[in-house]
């Protein structure tokens, strides 16, 4: 079955793409999800119209993820876990506690774009990556800290805002 895409498809390809997927796939994914519409000269001309629309619409989703990355870009988000001897881990840091430790920091990102290169099961600084759009990944990294030395954290977080200031200003005398 030949279709146009009028989205970016994950695997598949980009907006405007003519490309050829099993029936069953367009039938019942693709097009009812419009994200695709098939394959014949009035679908074509129709989607030239549409083209810009949908354009426009995949250019401020890239400028919105592009926004994101930069809040992303260098953040150490602190996450507390139980350990037991030897400090490990009782179980790992997932997509999930991630994703509720960044929407704590007031930033929505969906846990299925969290992407961890291995299981996250020791204390310490770990780097993970989010991919925000097709074409924008964000890096950050997850500090792992146990429920002990928790308070540690937070006098951290704490003093971190209080010293931006002083070297802005700082900065500003320099100039």
């Known amino acids: ?3 146009i895409l009028r989205a970016d498809v994950e695997n598949l390809g980009r907006l405007g793409d003519v490309v050829t997927v099993k029936a069953g796939y367009g039938r019942n994914y693709l097009l009812p999800q419009g994200l695709a519409m098939l394959v014949t000269p009035g679908n074509i001309k129709a989607f030239e119209l549409e083209r ?20 992303l870009e260098g953040l150490v988000l602190p996450i507390v876990m139980r350990v037991g001897d030897n400090d490990k881990l009782y179980g ?24 961890i290169d291995h299981p996250i099961r020791t204390l310490g600084d770990h780097p993970v990556r989010v ?5 924008v990944i964000a890096s ?3 500090k792992v800290v146990s429920e002990d030395k928790a308070h540690l954290v937070e006098e951290e977080a704490a003093e971190a805002p209080a010293e931006a200031p002083a070297e802005e200003a700082a900065v500003e005398a320099a100039e």
């Open 1 to 3: 079955m030949k279709i």
């Open 52 to 71: 810009k629309k949908l354009q426009a619409r995949m250019d401020a989703l890239r400028a919105a993820a592009d926004e994101l990355a930069g809040k």
């Open 92 to 115: 790992s840091v997932t997509t999930a506690i991630i994703g509720d430790a960044l929407a704590a920091q007031g930033i929505e990102v969906d846990r299925r774009r969290i992407l």
């Open 131 to 135: 991919r925000l759009h097709a074409d």
């Open 140 to 142: 950050l990294t997850v």
